[in-house]
């Protein structure tokens, strides 16, 4: 029987697995037209957005979920991230203009890519789909090895 959780420190060991959905791809795309409006590949998406292309409470909650596809990227300034701007990627728009094929599912550990699905999908069959978010969560439990090599070093 597997734990959840970490039975020295109560940290959670669950792998999730994050699926591209139409309201990922949604707002992926309104953050790709804000930034063509913008002019320049930098922008908040919680308050920089034009008029029209806001994004919902939904997207603006998942948004974050778009860079485990590399799709965006938190924006950098002498190494340290800005906060709350975001661009979007070669990757990204290579996706959106149909150029790319992603994995259909990424999975996390603690924040951090894992795994990729060996499925790959293109933008196309989210071209018209109403757009929705995942409402359950598939997830993994790491086992000891992973647990041990993402440990931080002792300090003293």
């Known amino acids: 029987m597997s734990t959840t959780h970490c039975p020295e420190c109560g940290a959670s060991l669950k792998k999730f697995w994050h699926r591209l959905t139409p309201g990922l791809v949604r707002a992926l795309y309104k953050f790709a037209r804000g930034i063509g409006q913008h002019g320049r590949n930098e922008l908040n998406p919680h308050t920089e957005m034009p008029e029209g292309l ?29 906060t709350g701007k975001w ?51 598939d997830f993994d439990v790491a086992d000891g090895e992973v647990f041990v090599r993402r440990q931080q070093p002792a300090l003293f």
Do not use: C
């Open 54 to 82: 806001t994004l919902t409470f939904n997207e603006r909650g998942n948004f974050t979920k778009l860079r485990f596809f590399a799709l965006v990227a938190k924006v950098r300034v002498n190494g340290h991230h800005t």
């Open 87 to 137: 661009l979007l990627t070669k990757r990204g728009s290579d996706f959106l203009h149909g150029r790319m094929a992603i994995p259909k599912r990424v999975q996390t550990y603690r924040n951090e890519v894992v795994a990729h699905d060996p499925e790959t999908i293109t933008v196309h069959p989210f071209i018209r789909q109403a757009p929705w978010f995942e409402q359950t969560f």
